[in-house]
């Protein structure tokens, strides 16, 4: 079985950073991971994307130059750096992974994680 366990989430004023991390183990075939985040009663937004082989990313327009994903393959780890954040960035934040493109970047995952609250208040 796979597991992926995040880390870093909590409360933070707006315009303040947070960095999440990200360690999976038991999934060696992963092709692409990223974070997605969760809002009541809205549609679930995949926010970022790491390409495993190459590094090439995607972000959402929402968070572009705010946020930004990098990876640690030796350490099987992916990390969320946010900075400059908003109240609308308020969410569970998902470290998810997958074998297929496809599935990452429509944020339709196989493997994820618990979860972690990223609370931003203004």
């Known amino acids: 079985a796979q597991v992926l366990v995040e880390s870093g989430g909590g409360p933070v004023q707006a315009g303040g950073s947070l960095r999440l991390s990200c360690k999976v183990s038991g999934y060696r075939s992963r092709l692409c991971w990223g974070w997605v985040r969760q809002v009541p009663g809205k549609e679930r937004e995949g926010v970022a994307m790491?390409?495993?082989?190459?590094?090439?990313?995607y972000y959402a327009d929402s968070v572009k130059g705010r946020l930004t994903i990098s990876q640690d393959n030796f350490q099987d780890s992916i990390y969320l750096q946010m900075d400059s954040l908003k109240p609308e960035d308020t969410a569970v934040y998902y470290c998810a992974a997958d074998s297929s493109l496809s599935r990452c970047r429509t944020a339709t995952y196989r493997h994820w994680g618990q979860g972690t609250q990223v609370t931003v208040s203004s």
């Open positions: 790491i390409y495993a082989l190459n590094g090439t990313t």
